[in-house]
């Protein structure tokens, strides 16, 4: 097999025999064109104003588009559990790579193009959140499947949703062209953004701020093909990235991912990438481009490392240090993160320049103005928003804390392995290490 | 299909597809460039078709072309739309199939590489990892500190900042009266050549404290009112003493007013001179003294120039005034600093300005009082004139925090009477008419048209008929009151029954004030247009529409109507129920105040000059 495919390595294309031009030229061309896709969609955002002369025109009147019919909605989820039933027979029963390939080429079109992104898994952490602090607000049964359904399929059976399921995941491993190993480092240091991600997500949500998942989802954009310019350069620089160094979203950014993480760990069903015994032979050492295969332990080097069980119990009495510094710097920070907040904005804009008050072009003191809200309820409503993320930043912080903490302590963990292994929480269940293991079933 | 033929097919396709992606993509990015270098609503085609029309309104032919000129720029523009929204997509299908073969080419290009020692640098990664994640999660933890360390709680500051954000109450209630001694005070020599800064003049603070005024009732506070330096009704007349002349009514009675001139040209121009500062309050007359103000983010001055020779006799700042701003409010371009215009009593000349400073100086220069009102909260700028009647300075201070109107004593600057008023903010100037032998200070706002009492401030009366952004002051003639306002309504009201006599909605004043006069209502629209009714039905008579913008007020002087337009074009009708122009003249630059009449002469202010018109 391996001679099979070395054979083609210096293949003659069209008579060129310099491969390495050829290829950077394709990913010129790649790159161009998807610059270029940026342009094109920022230029739709122009309108042309209406005649200054009688036309005979009659203007439509304006009319908001219904919200999805129920039964659409229910469709969706019911997608969505086919979806992830495939996604898991794929990886787990007839272990095919093609099968889950092609599944995410359908995850992209359906949840992807077709429902603009929305509803999607990922912005339903946000509102599960909401629902638990504001008591107005009431999730509707579909965003509450988006958000459980997948989290307790990968309890079972891993991260199959992030395989075929997720279409932000689609769209970054369609365009994994030439992936590269990052140094374990820096995966280990890079996978802190997630958790704080996550914190600041919920606590945004939690406060009525916000959702900055959505706000900020790179690829949302694409997906409507109308999006702010920037964030249309934000989602192309994902893609662009995510030729080389795969699903960088999904590995450094997705706070969904966290909980997948988290529930994977404890899937008893996992993707394995032998079907029986390991061999031992290192094909797939180098197969994920996700860097979550775990090699086999050597204990030797362990031993000599010195990382061993005094390190282990210093860095678990560390954590709670760890957790009190977050908290301290989460209370210190509330001021400053409840910025975000429109109505704490807005009281410290008015209060701190009261003469904006008389800016026309200010259209947020205007429509304050015009509301007729008294600026000591809009002052009231600010310092109880600001009260909340006193505690909000605290409970956020104390958990960043912690997750430094555990982050560290896993670095002197070492569990007894012999084989070569997909991490559980890492990994996608993408399959594509199972085409490198020679072993039959 | 062998692994040979996936390697070459997939290649193929992904050049081509390449290629494809290029072109779309190449052809998007010229039309991208084509739209934003082509501006369709901006052409200068459609702008040079639009002048001409201008001139000629009623070349039927003209607007067809306008029209279809404007049709093919909608049909061009739109069809780079449908380009750019096909393109797009176009180029995402592309982009797919790339993706798509490149990666079946990569897929059966791959090889397997040779298999690596494993866990060399495990132990050293992991130690690396450590370092990483303690020095990312320090550095967290400081930029958040730092953050926060750098972030103000303005909330916590609310309580202190609403005192000083309820200034204009505040202000108003603790009066400082600055009393100008002489060995204390450094004034403002009359000089022939050069104006002379005025300095710091010590203050004695005298506090007068109001009781809170309900904002349902109107509320009128009295003091006794200082000695009296009023002016008589013929005095007025002689002069020109406020906004549209004696009682801000528009009537002059002044005698040989020209006709003809050319500002630019020179031709009937007695002198010229340019204003220190802009503003775009009116000039006001007393004697042989005119009177404006200019005003810029630094400094606002009041200027006296002798109205025959044009020369600079003085010049007074408004400074040092306790609880005017450190930086002046925000305020439009159209409306600026120094908008309303001053009014003088013949002892002294006052000034308001946007900041809400008041100030006094005598006819030589010399500063008398001064005070701030309390910032006007007013988001073009405050922009009601001043007007004196009786010993009194008159002040209208309609905001956004709700209107008032107060009495100033001319010689001390102490509030006489403060009446607050059930209105919202305006930009309109007060108007004093006689009614049955006793002065009324006639107002208008939204909602309200309202007639004071002069000596009390008592709300004599009020009709709730006017809304929106008023500018326009009101007309008053024969017992009745003209009040208007673009988007709203005009309505003539009997002042002594207040029954509305007639209302009409089709012409309607922005920023100029209404002339009643003897039988005929005069409005000039903001679009150029200026129309006569009359007075007592509400009758149309006549129109003229010239299509200038027009802020300036029009002025009835020596059986003439004077109308000057925003492009410093005055126009001259004969105060008659038929339309009669009698003359137009240029005056070479800008202007929005209303002209100042005295005999045989006009005083114009110019966008930067000051004009006297004359022979």
């Excluded at chain 2, 107060?406 to 006689?434: C, F, H, Y």
């Amino acid at each position: 097999m391996r001679n099979q495919l070395n054979q083609n390595k210096n293949q003659n294309c069209f008579g060129l025999r310099i491969p390495d031009i050829r290829h950077k030229l394709k990913y010129l061309l790649f790159t161009f064109a998807f610059f270029l896709f940026t342009f094109n969609l920022s230029a739709q955002k122009q309108r042309f104003p209406k005649p200054e002369f009688d036309t005979g025109y009659t203007q439509p009147t304006p009319v908001t588009p219904e919200p999805r019919a129920l039964a659409m909605e229910y469709f969706d989820v019911l997608v969505l559990l086919l979806v992830l039933a495939a996604a898991t027979y794929f990886a787990l029963k007839s272990r095919s790579r093609q099968g889950i390939l092609w599944l995410s080429v359908f995850t992209l079109v359906y949840f992807g193009f077709y429902r603009n992104g929305c509803i999607c898994s990922i912005g339903a952490i946000q509102n599960v959140t909401l629902t638990f602090f504001d008591p107005a607000y009431a999730i509707s049964l579909t965003a509450l499947l988006f958000f459980v359904i997948p989290l307790v399929v990968t309890l079972f059976f891993g991260r199959t949703f992030c395989a075929g399921a997720c279409p932000l995941g689609a769209i970054q491993d369609l365009v994994v062209v030439k992936p590269i190993s990052l140094p374990k480092w820096l995966n280990k240091t890079l996978g802190l953004i997630p958790y704080l991600y996550l914190s600041l997500a919920v606590l945004f949500a939690a406060t009525g701020t916000d959702f900055i998942i959505c706000r900020y989802d790179p690829f949302v954009g694409i997906f409507r093909m109308d999006a702010k310019f920037l964030m249309i350069v934000l989602g192309i620089a994902f893609l662009l990235m995510g030729m080389f160094v795969a699903r960088p979203y999904c590995r450094f950014l997705c706070p969904y991912g966290v909980l997948l993480s988290w529930m994977s760990r404890f899937s008893s069903r996992h993707l394995t990438i032998t079907p029986s015994k390991c061999i031992q032979c290192k094909l797939c050492t180098h197969s994920c481009p996700f860097d979550a295969i775990d090699f086999p332990t050597n204990e030797k080097e362990v031993v000599k490392s010195g990382l061993g069980p005094k390190r282990f119990i210093t860095y678990a009495l560390v954590i709670p240090l760890w957790i009190a510094l977050g908290v301290f710097v989460g209370a210190k920070s509330h001021t400053f993160l409840s910025k975000a907040n429109q109505d704490v904005y807005l009281a410290e804009l008015l209060i701190a320049h009261p003469e904006l008050r008389n800016d026309p072009d200010n259209i947020d003191v205007q429509t304050f103005l015009a509301s007729g809200k008294p600026m000591e309820q809009l002052v009231s409503e600010a310092t109880a928003i600001r009260e909340k993320f006193y505690i909000g930043s605290m409970i956020a912080g104390g958990f960043m804390g912690l997750v430094i903490g555990m982050t560290l302590l896993n670095t002197v963990v070492f569990r007894k392995r012999q084989d070569y292994e997909p991490h559980k929480g890492n990994c996608f269940s993408c399959a594509r290490c199972v085409d490198y293991c020679p072993v039959e079933k | 299909m062998n692994n040979q033929d996936k390697l070459k097919l997939s290649h193929n396709i992904a050049l081509i597809t390449g290629i494809f992606c290029a072109a779309v993509a190449l052809l998007l990015l010229l039309n991208f460039w084509q739209i934003t270098k082509t501006d369709p609503i901006e052409s200068k085609a459609l702008e040079a078709l639009v002048q001409r029309l201008k001139d000629d309104r009623n070349n039927e032919e003209l607007k067809e072309e306008i029209r279809n000129f404007d049709l093919l720029a909608r049909k061009a523009y739109f069809n780079s739309q449908w380009q750019v929204e096909t393109g797009a997509y176009m180029l995402l299908f592309g982009a797919i199939v790339l993706a798509f073969v490149l990666r079946v080419y990569y897929a059966a290009k791959s090889k397997i590489e040779e298999p690596e020692k494993v866990l060399e640098n495990e132990i050293a990664s992991r130690i690396i990892a450590q370092k990483g994640i303690v020095i990312v999660g320090a550095a967290v933890m400081v930029l958040a500190l730092l953050a926060s360390y750098l972030s103000v709680n303005q909330l916590k500051s609310y309580d202190a900042n609403a005192l000083v954000a309820e200034n204009e109450t505040t202000a108003d209630e603790a009066v400082e009266v600055i009393n100008v001694a002489p060995e204390q005070t450094a004034i403002n020599e009359v000089s022939e050549e050069v104006a002379v800064n005025e300095t710091t003049a010590s203050e004695n603070v005298t506090e007068v404290q109001s009781e809170d005024a309900s904002p349902e009732t109107p509320v009128t506070e009295t003091k006794p009112a200082a000695a009296s330096s009023g002016m008589t009704l013929a005095e007025l007349q002689k002069n020109h003493n406020s906004f549209r002349g004696p009682l801000a009514q528009g009537v002059i009675m002044h005698k040989n007013i020209p006709t003809e001139w050319d500002g630019a040209g020179g031709t009937n121009v007695v002198w010229k001179v340019e204003v220190p500062k802009h503003g775009f309050n009116s000039p006001i007359i007393w004697g042989d003294k005119l009177f404006v103000a200019g005003a810029d983010n630094t400094t606002r001055e009041v200027y006296c120039y002798n109205r025959n020779d044009g020369k600079l006799l003085w010049t007074g700042v408004a400074d040092n005034i306790s609880g005017s701003p450190t930086t002046p409010p925000r305020v439009t371009d159209d409306t600026g600093l120094a908008a309303p215009t001053l009014t003088t009593d013949g002892k002294a000349v006052f000034a308001i300005f946007a900041t809400g400073d008041v100030i006094a100086f005598d006819m030589n220069g010399k500063r008398l009082w001064a005070r701030n009102l309390g910032v006007p909260d007013n988001h073009y700028g405050h922009s009601s004139s001043l007007i004196s009647w009786n010993g009194k300075l008159l002040v209208q201070y309609d905001t956004n925090r709700g209107g008032k109107v107060m009495a100033l004593d001319n010689k001390s600057g102490e509030t006489v009477w403060e009446t607050q008023r059930n209105s919202k903010i305006s930009w309109a100037s007060p108007v004093l008419a006689e009614v049955d032998g006793k002065y009324q200070l006639l107002l208008t706002a939204d909602p309200i048209v309202a007639g004071y009492d002069v000596e009390t401030g008592e709300e004599l009366w009020s009709v709730e008929c006017m809304m929106g952004e008023v500018g326009p002051s009101v007309g008053y003639a024969d017992g009745i009151v003209v009040a208007a306002n673009e988007y709203a309504r005009m309505v003539a009201i009997d002042i002594r029954t207040q029954e509305v006599l007639w209302e009409d909605d089709f012409y309607l004043p922005e920023a100029s004030s209404i002339l009643a006069h003897d039988g005929l209502v005069f409005v000039a629209t903001s679009y150029g247009v200026f129309v006569c009714y009359d007075l007592k039905e509400g009758e149309l008579l006549w129109e003229d529409d010239f299509g200038s913008p027009v802020y300036s007020s029009p002025v009835f002087a020596d059986g003439k109507v004077y109308l000057m337009d925003n492009d410093g074009v005055m126009r001259i009708y004969e105060f008659s129920r038929e339309l009669k122009k009698v003359g137009e003249n240029e005056l070479g630059e800008m202007s929005g105040p209303t002209p100042a009449f005295a005999d045989g002469r006009i005083y114009i202010r110019g966008e930067n000059d000051l004009f006297c018109i004359g022979k």
